[in-house]
């Protein structure tokens, strides 16, 4: 039985990974902290970190990027597994996290989706192939109107994917409003939409010559951001100090 210790309990995606793992058998949520304290789920939630009691073997986080440091320090020291989703931390922050895993396993990635993860994967393969046949790469990302950021976490990292697997050197455009010129060839186009409440739809979009290939993965709950935390924290119980990622669970 996986013990976990939910960091973020009382947010969105913690009432999501507290649902996720009611469904489970081979896991269980032993309890959580958040500031505001309130309880949700049969785990008694925690105000801080050093109030914790219960002995947990992993801890699965979608917390605050303010929050972060006492908790990478509280996984450090106590050399326990950490799943770390929360995004937006800083440049000192994601040092910390390299330090952090070299005294624990640390698993981060810019999207818990496995079905993202997998595209990924299949970037790397595909891109390659269709940029040396002269397709042209672009992608379109869409999200809730409530999203701060643009574009998304997740549609940088299709474009890395991409970029990296073509052997770099592209340029990342997400506005051609101010230019007139034709399209150069080492370029990624993002572009971003927001409206309405939609959870995540990306779009990689290769265009060639009378012909398109699209390779797209729609989000239609947050409930797959809470399985894969879930399938991460199983497969970190028990892995050597180092950093993971969503490409190490899906192998």
Same mark, same amino acid.
């Given at each position: 039985m996986t013990k976990i210790l939910l960091h973020?309990?009382?947010?969105?995606?913690?009432h999501w990974i507290a649902d996720t793992v009611s469904?489970?058998?081979?896991?269980?949520?032993? %309890? &959580?902290v958040d500031p505001s304290g309130e309880a949700y789920g049969e785990f008694p939630v925690y105000p801080s970190l050093a109030e914790v009691k219960e002995t947990a073997d992993v801890i699965i986080d979608f917390s605050?990027?303010?929050a972060v440091d006492a908790l990478l320090a509280y996984a450090a020291e106590r050399k326990l597994p950490l799943v770390l989703c929360t995004t937006g931390l800083s440049e000192a922050?994601?040092?910390?996290?390299?330090?952090?895993?070299e005294r624990t396993a640390v698993l981060r990635s810019s999207n818990m989706s496995i079905g993202v993860n997998l595209l990924i994967k299949v970037l790397r393969e595909a891109a390659p192939v269709l940029a040396? %046949? &002269?397709?042209?790469?672009?992608?379109?990302?869409?999200?809730?109107?409530?999203?701060?950021?643009?574009?998304?976490?997740?549609?940088?990292?299709l474009a890395d994917a991409c970029s990296e697997a073509c052997g770099g050197g592209y340029d990342y455009?997400?506005?051609r409003s101010q230019r007139r010129e034709k399209r150069p060839e080492r370029e990624i186009g993002i572009s971003s939409v927001r409206g309405g409440t939609i959870?995540?739809?990306h779009d990689v979009i290769f265009a060639g010559q009378d012909e398109v290939v699209t390779l797209s993965h729609r989000a239609?709950?947050?409930?797959i951001f809470a399985k894969g935390a879930v399938a991460a924290a199983r497969f970190l119980v028990g892995k050597p100090a180092g950093l993971y990622d969503m490409m190490d669970v899906i192998g």
């Open positions: 973020g309990a009382c947010g969105r995606m913690g469904g489970e058998r081979d896991c269980k949520i032993v %309890a &959580g605050s990027a303010t922050q994601i040092e910390t996290v390299g330090k952090t895993a040396a %046949a &002269g397709f042209d790469m672009e992608i379109v990302e869409k999200h809730h109107n409530q999203k701060l950021d643009a574009p998304s976490g997740t549609a940088l990292s455009v997400y506005d959870v995540g739809d239609y709950s947050r409930a």
